[in-house]
């Protein structure tokens, strides 16, 4: 294989990882955030892992690939490696996914009590609010600046007709 076939197969392999994982993001939508997080970064790592298959041309493979083929036609000894890769680069970002949830966890406790603080705020004006309402007197709605002036009576000629003559 040359070097733009080796290029080209790569670049496709990438572009189908990025659906397979749109296609996991979406699958795993519903789930609790929790469980949600780790299964797309083990997706990832299972997609996105590469091991060496030929040390001596630098070729590189999907190790999930690699492990699945030898393992399914029984040739090569690349299985433990790929598995190996895999199991490195799992425990690396499986490390990375740790370190930023324990920098999510404290700045997400801070946000929950300042919404809980501008709830309880928004509710002791709300009833300070009604509070003064209640204290406030009656208003009469018929007060004459309070409501809408009665619309005006329709004009009616004094002849007791439709038509309007002009007096001459």
């Known amino acids: 294989m040359i070097e733009q076939d080796y290029t080209l197969a790569w670049g496709l392999y990438a572009v189908a990882a990025v659906g397979c994982l749109l296609v996991a993001f979406k699958l795993t939508g519903w789930m609790w955030r929790w469980?949600?997080?780790?299964?797309?970064?083990?997706?990832?790592?299972?997609?996105?892992?590469?091991?060496?298959?030929?040390?001596?041309?630098?070729?590189?493979?999907?190790?999930?690939?690699?492990?699945?083929?030898?393992?399914?036609?029984?040739?090569?000894?690349?299985?433990?490696?790929?598995?190996?890769?895999?199991?490195?680069?799992?425990?690396?970002?499986?490390?990375?996914?740790l370190l930023f949830v324990l920098v999510r966890w404290p700045l997400e406790k801070r946000a929950r009590e300042r919404k809980a603080r501008a709830e309880a705020a928004a509710s002791r004006r709300a009833?300070?609010?009604?509070?003064i309402v209640d204290d406030a007197p009656q208003v009469d709605l018929r007060d004459r600046y309070r409501s809408e002036p009665?619309?005006?009576?329709p004009r009616r000629p004094a002849n007791g007709g439709g038509r309007v003559e002009p007096r001459i």
Do not use: C, H, Q
């Open 35 to 97: 469980l949600r997080e780790p299964l797309r970064v083990l997706v990832a790592v299972l997609l996105f892992s590469p091991t060496i298959v030929d040390p001596v041309k630098d070729s590189f493979a999907p190790a999930i690939a690699i492990t699945a083929l030898d393992l399914a036609f029984k040739v090569g000894n690349n299985a433990w490696r790929a598995a190996s890769d895999l199991a490195m680069y799992g425990m690396i970002a499986f490390a990375l996914y």
């Open 150 to 153: 009665p619309a005006p009576a």
């Open 127 to 131: 009833a300070e609010d009604e509070a």
